[in-house]
Nanobody
Framework: QVQLVESGGGLVQAGGSLRLSCAAS????????MGWYRQAPGKQREFVAT???????NYADSVKGRFTISRDNTKNTVYLQMNSLKPEDTAVYYC????????WGQGTQVTVSS
């Protein structure tokens, strides 16, 4: 069973930066598309970014130019570098691994104060 463990969340002021990490285990990491999703209070979970095993990335329009997803297949880890953070980025951020089905981490809280 795939295990995903997120880290790196926290409290930051608007305009600041955070880097999230997601360590995967029990997985042939390089063949999975990895992604980040987020869920704000009272809202549905939404797509943030994904990256294929080969390194092709996609982003939600709301984060393009501010967030960067990357992966290290030697460390079974995917990252989300978040710059120019805004209060509306406040959410629980979830790591996702997708091949045929989805696996999810427990989430890490990101809070951006104005």
């Amino acid at each position: 069973q795939v295990q995903l463990v997120e880290s790196g969340g926290g409290l930051v002021q608007a305009g600041g930066s955070l880097r999230l990490s997601c360590a995967a285990s029990r997985i042939i990491f390089s063949i999975y598309t990895m992604g980040w999703y987020r869920q704000a209070p009272g809202k549905q979970r939404e797509f943030v970014a994904t990256i294929t095993g080969g390194g092709s990335a996609n982003y939600a329009d709301s984060v393009k130019g501010r967030f960067t997803i990357s992966r290290d297949n030697t460390k079974n880890t995917v990252y989300l570098q978040m710059n120019s953070l805004k209060p509306e980025d406040t959410a629980v951020y979830y790591c996702n691994a997708n091949r045929v089905s989805d696996a999810w981490g427990q989430g890490t809280q990101v809070t951006v104060s104005s």
